[in-house]
T-cell receptor, first 116, second 109 residues
Framework: EAQVTQNPRYLITVTGKKLTVTCSQN?????MSWYRQDPGLGLRQIYY???????DKGDVPEGYKVSRKEKRNFPLILESPSPNQTSLYFC???????????????FGPGTRLTVT | RKEVEQDPGPFNVPEGATVAFNCTYS??????FFWYRQDCRKEPKLLMS???SGNEDGRFTAQLNRASQYISLLIRDSKLSDSATYLC??????????FGAGTRLAVHP
């Protein structure tokens, strides 16, 4: 089954304790992205990756890191989480870029993070 | 001004009703437009792309008005299963999608 998986699905942690949220897709997609979703604000892009070893900042990259060592995996790293990073996080992947016009992103199930 | 604006709703409609959502965007250079559907606490899923000529998929019709910079989604013969949040999505430049905050639809018996 074609899918994007994220782990963990739920996480409660404390300020300053480093954490990693994993993301993996089995569709051989080049493009992957991380978003956070907050009430009233919609999804905001954190980082994206066009392919292996190619990553770039989205709209809200502060406090986050990513890496893309393999095509299928795109982990999100919070080196020193703070309460304002409490949010719902989604990983997404796509086989096409916007220049191809047709652009469907497949989203993972989401990770609900609470930082106290 | 937000880059993509939607009425948050909720729109409460009976089964069988026709309901329309609008969305406005600020970047006149945007070339690609989409509607995504998001069920409560779930991931967004593509509902349909929006083309300049307008397009229809079953009970769903999407329209684009470039001059006024708005996009619409029309749902005919609403079903209970249509209850969800509908996200307007606009291309915001190279490799960037901008999501609206969503319009919530509640269809009741």
């Amino acid at each position: 089954e074609a899918q994007v998986t994220q782990n963990p699905r739920y996480l409660i942690t404390v300020t300053g304790k480093k954490l990693t949220v994993t993301c993996s897709q089995n569709m051989n997609h080049e493009y992957m992205s991380w978003y956070r979703q907050d009430p009233g604000l919609g999804l905001r892009q954190i980082y994206y990756s066009m392919n292996v070893e190619v990553t770039d900042k989205g709209d809200v990259p502060e406090g986050y890191k990513v890496s893309r060592k393999e095509k299928r995996n795109f982990p999100l790293i919070l080196e020193s989480p703070s309460p304002n990073q409490t949010s719902l996080y989604f990983c997404a992947s796509s086989s096409k870029t916007i220049r191809d016009r047709a652009y469907e992103q497949y989203f993972g199930p989401g990770t609900r993070l609470t930082v106290t | 001004r937000k880059e993509v604006e939607q009425d948050p709703g909720p729109f409460n409609v009976p089964e069988g009703a026709t309901v329309a959502f609008n969305c406005t965007y600020s970047n006149s250079a945007s070339q690609s437009f989409f509607w995504y559907r998001q069920d409560c606490r779930k991931e967004p899923k593509l509902l349909m792309s929006v083309y300049s000529s307008g397009n229809e998929d079953g009970r769903f019709t999407a329209q684009l008005n470039r001059a006024s910079q708005y996009i619409s989604l029309l749902i005919r013969d609403s079903k209970l299963s249509d209850s969800a949040t509908y996200l307007c999505v606009v291309e915001g430049g190279y490799n960037k999608l901008i999501f609206g905050a969503g319009t919530r639809l509640a269809v009741h018996p």
